[in-house]
């Protein structure tokens, strides 16, 4: 049974609560990523911030991102557990019509699942089919 341990980025960076937005659009170009997770003091996640989020829902309203902090566009959070089923995971990726979500173990981020890491783990020969993905790819974008 593969899981969302065995298809994840492992090496995925928090930005705290309190960074701000510029700050987190500097971290996304310099790791060549489209969304950071949000950690609290703590580790633990409190929410995920996208490349667009901080386009759409700051920058365009005439909100400035070098004083915006990273959690007040930190929304509602889906995120999967580390022992999850890709079955599960491609799911409530498919259900939610997101296209990169976090992974947990114990309340803290130990991964994230994007769209290329799906691409890799089919490639790969990590358990995930055709039709998974075709599915995955129907129920993301065919719904916009």
Do not use: W
Not at 1 to 17: G, L, N, P
Not at 41 to 56: C, N, P, Y
Request: charged share 30%.
């Amino acid at each position: 049974m593969i899981t969302a341990r065995d298809v994840m980025h492992a090496k995925a960076q928090c930005i705290s609560e309190e960074q701000t937005l510029l700050e987190a659009a500097k971290m996304m170009e310099k790791m060549g990523v489209g969304a950071l997770p949000i950690c609290g003091s703590d580790q633990k996640l409190k929410g995920i911030i996208t490349d667009r989020d901080i386009v759409v829902r700051c920058i365009a309203k005439g909100k400035d991102p070098a004083t915006m902090k990273a959690m007040d566009l930190g929304g509602h959070l889906h995120c999967v557990r580390a022992d999850d089923t890709m079955e599960m995971v491609l799911k409530k990726m498919k259900d939610h019509q997101i296209r990169r979500i976090p992974v947990i173990d114990n309340e803290k981020l130990v991964g994230m699942i994007s769209e290329a890491d799906l691409a890799a783990g089919h490639m790969m020969g990590k358990g995930l089919t055709d039709q998974m993905i075709v599915d995955f790819m129907d129920g993301v974008y065919a719904k916009r």
